[in-house]
């Protein structure tokens, strides 16, 4: 498609959104007298599809365009002067990332931020949905505001991220929560400043969600968080389509940014002065699969590595997409940090087969097999569900031995949450939840346990720490990470907060380590 093409093509995208947005607003019938399920199923029908894995399956790779010109319109620069605004973020590093872009776009609106919801003239809940939990703390959440809102009619109060990619979630808004005035989905971030003027000059809720994956928004504005670790998306959405996870339905196919687009990103970076970066995707071993030329993250992750940036790391790995050139790449170490987050899921083969993950236990154990033989010290972390439908003590059992075998220093680990829309949650399911609780709690002891032991092989040897700031918990600590992402607590000198040096570690708990700032040291990690 040429530059032409796309700008046409843009234009009738954004024709069609308003006009579909304005539908929506007739639709919400707060001024005109229509029931709010029939306000409901007429918006839904023009605007938005549920997630339909068979649909979804189908969408072609080929109709991403890339922008360069996103620019706040002229009329909207000055809208937030004077105000302030608060964005409350769940979920993984994709929402967190996503909140530094919202934020980026709010300040150049001539917003500032504020953690104080009095103080605050937006507040906007950044949204989780992977599992129920992570969507009732955004309902409570809602709960609790209300009264602000009541108080307060000018407040904009605003739900975006991956529930509002979620009908059962913007019906329940429309419904229970009509006090909230503007609700977006993930893939229209860049639309903030009109949804904003909407919400500002309208006097309905703003309901602007596109099932229609976005394109690729180069150019948008960031505040990033701190000055020592930034974030950087290589790729968006998710194609893996496991049977239980709701992310490629909230996040959409998966769309790669142009390398070359990340490198000037990360050298930008590297010149303002960050020390780490996290490449950052759903399934980042899948980067470059969508292009159309030959390059995939072994090749980016080969370029990154000559940038001048002491530390690189990435998340999320699947195993499926690990390839050898990827391992290679790792393997020269420099800047490419050898901790490796690779989320399993389970360590029955069966469990893996019906979770969709495309790997069987004997192959990841072969893929943890290469990776260790090509990267000797490289700490390994995962992500395991328990009491996936019907799983059996045996196959429970699988997962036990498995992370033992592996040896694995964390995990973040889940109790399985049916999410509606998703192939797992229509089937029958006859392990009871004291059984999965059970499960849950041996494998946080097993793990527990080796992170511990883990962390002994720490004792008196000397680390290279990431100064971050002050430790939460006492303000004359400093803490940071090591390379392999182990959290030190440490006394020294506020004046190497955002650098890297050298702790004698000199104890060793379950998840962190204490130590003394050296002056000069020998050099091991
Ligand atoms: N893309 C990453 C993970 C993203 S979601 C990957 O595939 O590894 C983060 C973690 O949430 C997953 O690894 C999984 O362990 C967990 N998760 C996802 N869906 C879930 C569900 N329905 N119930 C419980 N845990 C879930
Ligand atoms: Fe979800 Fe990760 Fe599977 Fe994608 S690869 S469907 S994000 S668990
Ligand atoms: Fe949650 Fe969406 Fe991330 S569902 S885990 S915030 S991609």
Known sequence: MNEKQRLENQQINQKSSADVKSDANDNLGRLKNISSDELISKYFQATYEPPNMRKAKKRLKKDVDIHYDFEIPLEMKEIGKGKKFLIRTYGCQMNEHDTEVMAGILTQMGYTSTEDTNDADIILLNTCAIRENAENKVFGELGHLKPLKLENPDLILGVCGCMSQEESVVNRILKKHPFVDLIFGTHNIHRLPQLINEALFGKEMVVDVWSKEGDIIENLPKARKGKIKAWVNIMYGCDKFCTYCIVPYTRGKERSRMP??????????????????????????????????????????????????????????????????????????????????????????????????????????????????????????????????NETDEQFEETMTLVEEVGFESAYTFIYSPREGTPSARWEDNTPMEVKKERLQRLNALVNKQSAEAMTHYQDKIVKVLVEGESKKDPDVLSGYTERNKLVNFKGPKSVIGEIVEVKITNTKTWTLDGEMVESAVEVR
């Open 260 to 389: 070359e687009d990340i490198i000037q990103e990360v050298r930008h970076l590297a010149a303002q002065g960050y020390k780490e970066i996290t490449l950052l995707g759903q399934n980042v071993n899948a980067y470059g699969k969508d292009l159309e030329f030959d390059y995939g993250l072994g090749n980016l992750m080969e370029e990154i590595s000559k940038i001048d940036i002491p530390r690189v790391r990435f998340t999320t790995s699947h195993p499926r997409d690990f390839d050898d050139r990827l391992i290679e790449v790792l393997a020269k170490g420099g800047n490419l940090l050898d901790h490796i987050h690779l989320p399993v899921q389970s360590g029955s083969s069966d469990i893996l087969r019906v979770m969709a993950r495309r790997y069987t236990r004997e192959s990841y154990l072969e893929l943890v097999r290469k990776i260790r033989e090509a990267m000797p010290n490289a700490t390994l972390t995962t992500d395991i569900i328990v009491g996936f439908p």
